[in-house]
């Protein structure tokens, strides 16, 4: 059973920094692209930032580059994402995921973390 547990979701002001993290299990974790995304309130899920399955190739959404990092550590089945200077547009739930294609994912979802950023 394939399993994602992100955490790290706080409420923090504009300008602020968080540290995401998602903890897998059930699917092989070190061969894996992998991708975080995010839900706000009333819009569709989107796309944020993914990590080849060697963390030699990112890759992130407009709205999020420069301020977002996003890392992986192989050897604890993990995945990080960095965001600094936060604003209250990247208020929302946050997934990370097994990705199928460049920004595709799997059928499997955690319950997310919720960041919350005020102005």
């Known amino acids: 059973q394939v399993q994602l547990e992100e955490s790290g979701g706080g409420v923090v002001q504009a300008g602020g920094s968080l540290r995401l993290s998602c903890v897998t299990s059930g699917r092989s974790f070190s061969a894996a692209p992998m991708g975080w995304f995010r839900q706000a309130p009333g819009k569709d899920r989107e796309f944020v930032a993914r990590i080849n399955w060697s963390a030699t190739s990112t890759h992130y959404s407009d709205s999020v580059k420069d301020r977002f990092t996003i890392s992986r550590d192989n050897a604890k089945d993990t995945l990080y994402l960095q965001m600094n200077n936060l604003e209250p547009e990247d208020t929302g739930r946050y997934y990370c995921?097994?990705?199928?294609?460049?920004?595709?994912?799997?059928?499997?979802w955690g319950q997310g973390t919720q960041v919350t950023v005020s102005s």
């Open positions: 995921n097994f990705l199928k294609s460049l920004t595709v994912p799997s059928e499997y």
